[in-house]
C-alpha cells in the first residue's frame, strides 16, 4: 500500500488532473514516463481501490484502445 501512495504516484494523480489527457502517449510525454510504467502504476492503484485512478485508468484504456 506504502507503494501506491508513494509521493511519485501522487503526483501521477496531480498531473492526470491538471493536464487531463486523452491518452497514455499524451500522459507519457506529459510525464516523461513511458506508457508501460505509467500503465502498471495506474493498475496497480486501481487494484488498491483508488476509485479516481480507477476512473482515469478505464478512460485511458479506452481511448487508447481506440487509437491503436
Not at 491538471?18 to 506529459?30: A, D, I, T, Y
Not at 485512478?53 to 491503436?68: F, G, R, Y
Amino acid at each position: 500500500m506504502a507503494r501506491v501512495l508513494s509521493s511519485e504516484n501522487q503526483e501521477l494523480l496531480r498531473t492526470i488532473v491538471s493536464h487531463e489527457p486523452v491518452s497514455l502517449k499524451e500522459l507519457e510525454e506529459v510525464t516523461g514516463c513511458k506508457a508501460k510504467t505509467l500503465s502498471r502504476r495506474l493498475r496497480d492503484m486501481a487494484r488498491y481501490g483508488i476509485e479516481e485512478t480507477s476512473c482515469i485508468l478505464s478512460e485511458i484504456s479506452n481511448i487508447w484502445l481506440n487509437t491503436n
